[in-house]
């Protein structure tokens, strides 16, 4: 129903900066909220940062909130992760992921968390050398 497609990784030296892009296709109106989680290597899946599609108020984890910034583009459906400032912690698979869950009926807290999404992208590797 909805297919996401993420590009944008590479390999950048500490402090550089990349930007990831997410393209969403299919049934694309039932959106309520895209986000970005990421994968390091050996451990579990972690949340970046979020946009709630009808309001665009944003949310971001910690470690990133001064370093990255999260943005759309309605009319291309499409979300942007720009990332500066890059470390070595942020070496991770990158996944987008769509939201269905209607914001009238689930707490916004909820949306930090992998089960409120219903689609994901295949992934983008973003490596950061020291």
């Known amino acids: 129903q909805v297919q996401l497609v993420e590009s944008g990784g590479g390999l950048v030296q500490a402090g550089g900066s990349l930007k990831l892009s997410c393209a969403a296709s299919?049934?694309?109106?039932?959106?309520?909220?895209m986000g970005w989680f990421r994968q390091p290597p050996g451990k579990e899946r972690e949340f970046v940062a979020l946009?709630?599609?009808?309001?665009?108020?944003?949310r971001y984890r910690d470690s990133v909130k001064d370093r990255f910034t999260i943005s759309r583009d309605n009319a291309k459906n499409t979300v942007y992760l720009q990332m500066n400032s890059l470390k070595p912690e942020d070496t991770a698979v990158y996944y987008c992921?769509?939201?269905?869950?209607?914001?009238?009926?689930?707490?916004?807290?909820?949306?930090?968390?992998?089960?409120?999404?219903?689609?994901w992208g295949q992934g983008t590797q973003v490596t950061v050398s020291s």
């Open positions: 992921a769509v939201s269905r869950l209607n914001t009238a009926f689930h707490n916004p807290e909820t949306y930090a968390y992998p089960g409120a999404y219903d689609y």
């Open positions: 299919g049934r694309t109106f039932v959106t309520t909220a």
């Open positions: 946009i709630f599609w009808s309001s665009s108020n944003t």
